[in-house]
Structure formats: structure tokens, C-alpha cells
């Protein structure tokens, strides 16, 4: 959208990365609502939640506080003491989310190092330019005046400590988690705002630090020991040790009321279950609508991605992605644009449900054309932001910062990828950089018609669609060096050279038939009959001539 993204420059362009088509998703999860549960069923379930949720917060403060010492000794000493309070399973998954919790902070606190690292270096950049100094493309300018000097030098002062601290944090291996959420934790003392009483606030946190989970067991009863659901819908939860006398079943189970099943993908759910496959289980409520939800999750065999050949065989639909709608164009094999530009649009402003829901339904429009026109692939963009939201990169452009930081790049890309590949439909991820630009420079123009209005985004889309296919952007490539004539080369790049019909030289002008074009586009008018017979010479005359050649 914005060309950007890193790369070495050359001759002032910088090297584009290689288009490449995107892995397929590797899981599955949906999720139903469990209805009509009763007050026992619901005292259950706040029990169990409640008590595995406090396991799950010591292991993790056990698992912080062993830092980099942690080992596979460690892990199993762990385990062995919550086994003793719950199970050996749910031990198991609660050490389980622990570490992928532990991994997760991990790689948050690189990204944040890298960020504070790319703004210290923005601004001793900024800092060594005389005040007033403008700017390039690819670099900020100086400051505008001796204040904003001082104070940005001030920041400097203050970006060098923390990053110092986040250093020393990441080389002994101390992470910071909250289990329920830092968003959350923060909003105890906003309830003002967040028009929240402290009961609803102390309800919401206490659902969020619960642990209802199970992970999946091949081989085992419909895949799963812990919490089971049956073919017919029915629900039960293995309880822990200290919880056994809530059990209404035997084996210290506890059978639910209710009964679920599943609309999307139920039959592939059942499928997985009856070969007593492995399927992970949540159970969360939800504390704005009161309503408890279980979500089913398994694991899908790594699936090859088609070759990039095949994937441009029929033709490609270039999507261009802005703050509130995708652009999209189809091209041919060739990288003609065909037909009209398309848009989806989509309003990110709201809630997290409401944006999600928006994309999904703009995606869902995209791919039902796309199965339409008949190709086999969508190009989109691989789009980064992480480094480009830093306001030491554009200063006062705060709205353009918030444009990028609310756009939701990598999640958007794993829900293309995951909803085309459920219509055979591969995904081309490109380079981002100066589609936008070069589309607006070589296909806006031409294509812009007293019928047709083509704007930069539909540009763009056309830019990315043709470097999906793996042409050029530019719709022709330079002339020849010599003159004007075809003994250099051919001039274009819409076709490779066994295609027929591509541009070849220009035939003679007596090779044309009569009344067919000239060489200026024109036709020529048909000679009337008495010019003709005027014009034509007499058979005399031409005997003659002849025997003068002949003799």
C-alpha cells in the first residue's frame, strides 16, 4: 500500500524481495455455544475453572522465575507437583501453556528491543543534522527549532535507558506476563471510562485467569481424556483430585446437561472423533453476554502449496490492502488488466469483534469473485508495519501512524490464507515497495476512461497483481537502443514469445490487402470504378510493353 519494507538499495531502487506462495493454514477450530447449562453444571465449571486457573498462575511464576536455567528436570519437577493436586493430564497441559506462554513474552521482548533499538538510531540520525535540514525519502530531515531539538534529545536520553534495562531483562532471561491480560490489569484503575462497576471488572478478571483446557490424545476415547465430547453431543470434564466429590459419573467425571453440536465443520468433527483422533477443548465464558462457549481445535497434515507456475496458469487478482477497503483487479496469464476494478470495502473502527467481522465478511466477498472469474490465486501484499509505527520514524504524522497501527496485517494474512485455501485458492505474497507508486506511474493514466475512474489503490492493484505473475509493473518494457525498428528486441513484456498474437515486426505495406489499414491506424478509402478504369492500362498497351521486355 505505502511501499515500504526493508532491502538493500540499488542504483537507487531498492532489491525486491521474491514473490513466493503462502503456506496453507495447519489447524482447525470451531466453536458452540453451551446452552441451558443449569446451576450445578455452572458451579462446576467456575470450581474447576477457578482451582486449575490457580495451578496454572504458580507454574508460571515457577516457570519466570527459572529464567534461562529452565530444563527438561525442571519441566518434569513441575508437573510432578501438579500432578499431585490435579491430574497427570492436566498437569500436562497446564506445564504445556506455561512454556508457550513463557515463549511468547520471549519473542514480544525481542521485538520490543529491536523497537527501541530503530528509534535510538532514528534519532541520533535526526540529532547529527544542522536544525532546519530537510529530509529525503528513504531519511528524516533535522529538527524544525533548537526546542524541539532539546526535547528530542531528551527522549534520546530516556530510549537509551530503557533499552539498556530491556537488554539486561533479555540476557537474564526475566519476562513480564499477567495472566488475564496487562489491558485488563490496567483497567482496575480506569472504571470510570471503561464504565465498569469494580464487581463487573472482578468478574471479567477472574474468568480471564481461569484454566479450562485440554489437549488432545490420539489413540484415546473420541481424543480426548480430559474433556470429552461424544458423537451425540454429550460433554464431560475430568475432574481434579480435590474436586472428585463434584463428580456425577464414574471415574471422577462430571456429564453436563447439555448437548452441542457443531455447525461448521461438524462432520469433519465427527470424522476425527469416531477414529478417536486428537481434538484440544476450551470451555470460556463470556462475561459481557453471560453465555459459556466451547471451542474445538486439531492440527491439519502439513498440506504442499502448489508451484508458482500453477498458480499463475490462469490468470491472477491482484488486492491492494488500505485502512477501509481491499482494491482488487484481475489480470491474465500475461498481466492484462481484464474488466473493471473491484473494491470490498470494510470499517475497522469499534470493537475487536466488530473489525474481525468486517474483515472476514470483505475476504469472504473477495474470494467468492475470485471463484468466479476462474483464476487460481490472489497476490496480496506482504505487509510489515512493525518498524514503520515508531514516532521517531514520522515524527508528527500522527495520524498516518495510527492509519498503519490499526491496520491488522498479519492477521488479516493468516485469515486470506486460511479461508482461500478452504476454496482452492492459493495466496502470492509480493514485495510491497513502490507498488503504489508505479501503479499510479504507468497504469492510472492509460486506463482512465470517461467511463471508468481509476484511482491510485486500483493502480496498485494491478502493480501487485503483475509482479504475482512475475512481470514487470511497467506496461512496456524501453525501446530498442538503435532506432525505432524490431532488430533490437521486441518492446513488450504483455507476452512471453510463443504466445500468439504477441507484437512482432510490422508487415510491408503491400503486403496489406486492399482497403485495409495504413500504417497510421487509418483505413483507405476504395478507389471509385471510373478512376479505376481511367487509372488501368489497356491490353494493347500491355502486350507491347511486354514484347519490348521479351525481345
Known amino acids: 500500500m505505502y511501499g515500504l519494507g526493508g532491502g538493500d538499495v540499488v542504483g537507487g531502487v531498492r532489491e525486491l524481495a521474491v514473490s513466493f506462495v503462502a503456506s496453507g493454514p495447519c489447524g482447525v477450530a470451531v466453536r458452540d455455544r453451551l446452552k441451558h447449562l443449569t446451576a450445578q453444571d455452572e458451579r462446576v465449571l467456575r470450581a474447576v475453572g477457578a482451582h486449575q486457573g490457580a495451578l496454572a498462575s504458580r507454574d508460571l511464576k515457577a516457570r519466570c522465575a527459572d529464567g534461562l536455567e529452565h530444563g527438561a528436570q525442571t519441566w518434569a519437577a ?9 491430574s497427570s493430564r492436566i498437569a500436562g497441559a497446564i506445564t504445556k501453556a506455561t512454556h508457550d506462554q513463557w515463549a511468547l513474552a520471549r519473542r514480544c ?16 540520525h ?42 539486561a531483562e533479555w540476557q537474564a532471561g526475566r519476562v513480564r506476563v499477567v495472566r488475564g491480560g496487562k489491558r485488563l490489569l490496567n483497567t482496575r484503575h480506569h472504571l470510570t471510562q471503561a464504565r465498569l462497576t469494580e464487581e463487573q471488572w472482578r468478574e471479567r478478571w477472574e474468568a480471564e485467569r481461569w484454566f479450562l483446557a485440554a489437549d488432545g490424545e490420539s489413540g484415546k476415547r473420541f481424543g480426548n481424556e ?18 472428585a466429590h463434584l463428580a456425577n459419573a464414574r471415574h471422577g467425571r462430571y456429564i453436563f446437561t447439555v448437548r452441542i453440536a457443531f455447525a461448521h465443520r461438524g462432520a469433519e468433527w465427527a470424522d476425527r472423533i469416531t477414529a478417536n483422533q486428537a481434538v484440544a477443548y476450551r470451555i470460556h465464558l463470556d462475561t459481557e453476554r453471560g453465555r459459556w462457549y466451547l471451542t474445538a481445535s486439531w492440527q491439519r497434515p502439513a498440506v504442499q502449496t502448489i508451484p508458482l507456475e500453477t498458480a499463475r496458469a490462469r490468470g491472477m487478482i491482484g488486492v491492494d490492502t488500505n485502512a477501509d477497503h481491499f482494491a482488487a483487479y484481475r489480470l491474465d496469464r500475461h498481466g492484462n488488466p481484464v474488466g473493471e476494478p473491484h473494491h470490498f470495502p470494510y470499517d475497522l473502527s469499534g470493537t475487536a469483534g466488530h473489525r474481525d467481522a468486517q474483515i472476514r465478511h470483505a475476504l469472504t466477498r473477495l474470494i467468492n469473485w475470485a471463484k468466479c472469474v476462474g483464476v487460481a490465486a490472489i497476490g496480496i501484499e506482504d505487509l510489515d508495519f512493525t518498524t514503520e509505527t515508531t514516532r521517531e520514524k514520522h515524527g508528527r504524522r500522527k495520524q498516518f501512524r495510527q492509519l498503519i497501527s490499526g491496520m491488522p496485517t498479519a492477521k488479516l494474512k493468516a485469515r486470506l490464507v486460511s479461508m482461500a485455501a478452504e476454496q482452492g485458492l492459493a495466496i502470492v505474497a509480493v514485495d510491497p515497495a513502490y507498488t503504489s507508486m508505479w501503479g499510479a506511474q504507468h497504469w492510472q493514466k492509460p486506463l482512465t476512461t470517461p467511463h471508468r475512474t481509476m484511482s491510485r489503490h486500483d493502480a496498485a492493484g494491478i502493480a501487485i ?14 525501446p530498442p537502443p538503435h532506432d525505432r525498428s524490431d532488430r533490437a528486441g521486441h518492446r513488450t513484456a504483455q507476452a512471453e514469445p510463443g504466445d ?7 508487415p510491408p505495406t503491400t503486403d496489406r490487402p486492399p482497403g485495409g489499414p495504413s500504417p497510421n491506424g487509418k483505413r483507405k478509402r476504395e478507389p471509385s470504378a471510373s478512376k479505376t478504369a481511367r487509372d488501368a492500362p489497356s491490353t494493347q498497351q500491355w502486350v507491347q510493353d511486354s514484347l519490348m521486355c521479351t525481345g
Open 126 to 167: 535526526r540529532l547529527s543534522l544542522p536544525i532546519g535540514e530537510k529530509g529525503t525519502k528513504r531519511a528524516a530531515g533535522g529538527y524544525r527549532s533548537k526546542s524541539e531539538w532539546f526535547r528530542k534529545s531528551r527522549r534520546l536520553a530516556m530510549l537509551e535507558d530503557r533499552h539498556a534495562a530491556a537488554v
Open 78 to 86: 513441575r508437573k510432578r507437583e501438579l500432578t499431585a493436586l490435579s
Open 226 to 243: 480430559t474433556i470429552r465430547v461424544t458423537p451425540d453431543g454429550e460433554v464431560s470434564v475430568k475432574l481434579p483430585a480435590p474436586l
Open 465 to 478: 497483481g503483475r509482479r504475482a505473475l512475475g512481470h514487470p509493473i511497467r506496461r512496456r518494457t524501453a
Open 500 to 506: 500468439r498474437g504477441r507484437e512482432g515486426t510490422r
Open 109 to 124: 521482548q525481542a521485538v520490543h528491543v529491536q523497537n527501541l533499538a530503530a528509534g535510538i538510531k532514528t534519532l541520533r
